[in-house]
């Protein structure tokens, strides 16, 4: 009979999940052990960078992705990265090495105690086998509710539970779909609110990025000529940001977002919580005389929404419903002019960089950032057209930027990746560096360097407390640093030779320092 572990190998082959990101400990052996040749192991250095890797693998190629960690201590380190898959809904499949089953009880070393506990809440789902038997069904489980929820999983197996040889199991050779479709009264009901509002609003979220719905959400907002925000906190661009129709993206505070959305009758919300607050600003959550009306299917999401109502459904057959239902509406289509980037005194000012980037980049590049008192900045100066143009930590939790950098471009080899890192960032996820080297990912990092914690400072001055310690980071140097890791790296403090430095096209890592004057987000 085939052990648990051939089992294990030949389920997952079936599924497409033949990328395993991880950094092994002595529990997870076992399973790796007989890896099929066709299968790529992707070795990280620490495990917050192995999720963050495979954080933005998974966004990049919208398939669920399996992740391999290390125990407890393993998971733990985890963690922090997993914040961000969490909220960017990414269908990661976690596997956790544990003691052998007569060793738990006694909390041997490297014993998991509780293992199904740990990643909790953050994770859809969480499980250990109740025994060997039980392991192909709990796999299966596992990549089954990491799809359908389109959120991680964790699951953790005792690691002789491996070599024990069990019949082929049934669970193995099942599928399992999603499927939520509106009824056709829903979508009446809605395309008449729509058609019936004197001025709607559009507003959408990281979700249909994701999901491939960018065309068509640029398609909606035209066809019914509306004036469209992205939602708070962005993960992802789901409208292009030079468009005539876009408005930016909305503020992250309750008073400020109710204040963009002051003379709408109707808003209506596709692919997005509402909303990612983050400052806060109380007040009320909508004007007075404004609906809300949100598509999600994100059942948490709809449920915790504190005002409007909510549809649960996937946004594609809304979009079309509303293209085919609602009759069309005079709109100003077309891309804006960039305005002229601001300049520094004594260094660059990061509109400077990107607008180089904007200049020299083509037009299909995905930008991972991690640079958050340049939020700002960044939206005044680039011009992103195109799906899949962005990735940002979903949960704000620092270490995503390098990592995801890399692990998008492993799942899009097709598409130039540029990763625009602030240099208090960069430390969290710095091991990345060395995955990046040794597999000669062609990734290019940009690391704005000031020296000071920007957003940290600026949330200070916000919160009347502008006088804490920890704000200042002085005398880093990250050419060393790639170097150290084996990435080619320059420092770069002219416009010039920036734009000379980004025109070249890698085929490896290369990272370029850029000295730039610290700002604060607007």
Same mark, same amino acid.
């Given at each position: 009979?085939?052990?648990?572990?051939?089992?294990?190998?030949?389920? #997952?082959?079936?599924?497409?999940?033949?990328?395993?990101?991880?950094?092994?400990?002595?529990? &997870?052996?076992?399973?790796?052990? &007989?890896?099929? &040749?066709?299968?790529?192991?992707?070795?990280?250095?620490?495990?917050?960078?192995?999720?963050?890797?495979?954080?933005?693998?998974?966004q990049a190629t919208g398939r669920p992705v #399996?992740?391999?960690?290390?125990?407890?201590?393993?998971?733990?380190?985890?963690?922090?990265?997993?914040?961000?898959?969490?909220?960017?809904?990414?269908?990661?499949?976690? !596997?956790?090495?544990?003691?052998?089953?007569?060793?738990?009880? #006694?909390?041997?070393?490297?014993?998991?105690?509780?293992?199904? $506990?740990?990643?909790?809440?953050?994770?859809?789902?969480?499980?250990?086998?109740?025994?060997?038997?039980?392991?192909?069904?709990?796999?299966?489980?596992?990549?089954?509710?990491?799809?359908?929820?389109?959120?991680?999983?964790?699951?953790?197996?005792?690691?002789?539970?491996?070599?024990?040889?069990?019949?082929?199991?049934?669970?193995?050779?099942?599928?399992?779909? *999603?499927?939520?479709?509106?009824?056709?009264?829903?979508?009446?009901?809605?395309?008449?609110?729509?058609?019936?509002?004197?001025?709607?609003?559009l507003v959408l979220g990281g979700d249909i990025?994701? !999901?491939?719905?960018?065309?068509?959400?640029?398609?909606?907002?035209?066809?019914?000529?509306?004036?469209?925000?992205?939602?708070?906190?962005?993960?992802?661009?789901?409208?292009?940001?030079?468009? *005539?129709?876009?408005?930016?993206?909305?503020?992250?505070?309750?008073?400020?977002? @109710?204040?963009?959305?002051?003379?709408?009758?109707?808003?209506?919300?596709?692919?997005?919580?509402?909303? %990612?607050?983050?400052?806060?600003?109380?007040?009320?959550?909508?004007?007075?005389?404004?609906?809300?009306? $949100?598509?999600?299917?994100?059942?948490?999401?709809?449920?915790?929404?504190?005002?409007?109502?909510?549809?649960?459904?996937?946004?594609?057959?809304?979009?079309?419903?509303?293209?085919?239902?609602?009759?069309?509406?005079?709109?100003?289509? +077309?891309?804006?002019?960039?305005?002229?980037?601001?300049?520094?005194?004594?260094?660059?000012?990061?509109?400077?960089?990107?607008?180089?980037?904007?200049?020299?980049?083509? +037009?299909?590049?995905?930008?991972?950032?991690? @640079?958050?008192?340049?939020?700002?900045?960044?939206?005044?100066?680039?011009?992103?057209?195109?799906?899949?143009?962005?990735?940002?930590?979903?949960?704000?939790?620092?270490?995503?930027?390098?990592?995801?950098?890399?692990?998008?471009?492993?799942?899009?080899?097709?598409?130039?990746?540029?990763?625009?890192?602030?240099?208090? @960032?960069?430390?969290?996820?710095?091991?990345?560096?060395?995955?990046?080297?040794?597999?000669?990912?062609?990734?290019?990092?940009?690391?704005? %360097?000031?020296?000071?914690?920007?957003?940290?400072?600026?949330? +200070?001055?916000?919160?009347?407390?502008?006088?804490?310690?920890?704000?200042?980071?002085?005398?880093?140097?990250?050419?060393?640093?790639?170097?150290?890791?084996?990435?080619?790296?320059?420092?770069?403090?002219?416009?010039?030779?920036?734009?000379?430095?980004?025109?070249?096209?890698?085929?490896?890592? %290369?990272?370029?320092?850029?000295?730039?004057?610290?700002?604060?987000?607007?």
């Amino acid at each position: 009979m085939p052990t648990a572990r051939r089992l294990a190998h030949e389920f #997952l082959d079936r599924r497409g999940l033949t990328t395993i990101f991880g950094n092994p400990g002595s529990n &997870e052996l076992p399973f790796l052990a &007989e890896l099929p &040749e066709h299968f790529r192991y992707v070795l990280g250095l620490h495990e917050g960078a192995v999720v963050g890797m495979a954080d933005g693998y998974a966004q990049a190629t919208g398939r669920p992705v #399996l992740v391999n960690l290390h125990a407890a201590a393993g998971s733990g380190n985890a963690m922090g990265a997993l914040t961000n898959a969490v909220y960017s809904r990414s269908p990661l499949v976690l !596997t956790a090495g544990q003691q052998v089953r007569t060793a738990i009880g #006694l909390e041997a070393m490297l014993a998991n105690v509780d293992a199904t $506990q740990l990643m909790r809440p953050l994770v859809a789902w969480s499980g250990e086998p109740s025994c060997a038997e039980d392991v192909p069904r709990s796999l299966a489980q596992a990549v089954f509710e990491a799809e359908l929820h389109r959120r991680p999983s964790y699951l953790s197996v005792p690691y002789d539970d491996w070599a024990a040889e069990l019949p082929a199991s049934p669970a193995l050779d099942r599928d399992v779909q *999603r499927g939520l479709s509106p009824s056709e009264t829903q979508l009446d009901d809605l395309a008449a609110s729509v058609a019936a509002a004197k001025n709607p609003a559009l507003v959408l979220g990281g979700d249909i990025d994701a !999901t491939g719905l960018f065309d068509r959400a640029v398609a909606l907002a035209e066809h019914l000529g509306l004036p469209t925000w992205v939602a708070p906190s962005p993960h992802r661009l789901p409208f292009p940001n030079r468009h *005539r129709l876009f408005r930016g993206v909305l503020p992250a505070g309750i008073a400020p977002v @109710s204040a963009a959305l002051t003379g709408h009758d109707l808003v209506l919300v596709l692919g997005a919580p509402v909303f %990612r607050y983050h400052q806060h600003v109380p007040g009320a959550y909508l004007p007075e005389g404004t609906r809300l009306v $949100q598509v999600t299917d994100d059942f948490g999401a709809a449920a915790r929404a504190p005002m409007g109502e909510a549809l649960v459904a996937d946004p594609a057959p809304v979009i079309e419903a509303l293209l085919a239902k609602v009759p069309a509406r005079a709109a100003r289509t +077309g891309y804006g002019e960039t305005p002229e980037p601001k300049t520094g005194a004594k260094a660059l000012h990061p509109e400077q960089v990107f607008a180089a980037l904007r200049d020299t980049q083509p +037009g299909d590049t995905r930008y991972v950032v991690e @640079s958050t008192s340049t939020n700002s900045a960044w939206w005044r100066q680039m011009d992103l057209r195109r799906e899949g143009s962005y990735f940002f930590p979903a949960a704000g939790g620092l270490g995503f930027g390098l990592p995801a950098a890399v692990g998008v471009a492993m799942g899009s080899p097709d598409r130039p990746v540029v990763g625009v890192i602030g240099d208090g @960032s960069a430390n969290y996820g710095i091991t990345a560096l060395w995955t990046a080297a040794q597999y000669r990912v062609p990734v290019t990092f940009v690391i704005l %360097r000031n020296g000071v914690y920007g957003a940290l400072r600026w949330f +200070g001055e916000l919160l009347g407390t502008p006088d804490v310690p920890g704000t200042e980071i002085p005398g880093l140097d990250f050419t060393a640093i790639a170097a150290g890791y084996g990435v080619e790296a320059t420092t770069v403090t002219d416009e010039d030779d920036l734009r000379t430095q980004l025109k070249a096209t890698p085929d490896g890592p %290369r990272l370029l320092q850029v000295d730039t004057e610290p700002t604060t987000p607007e």
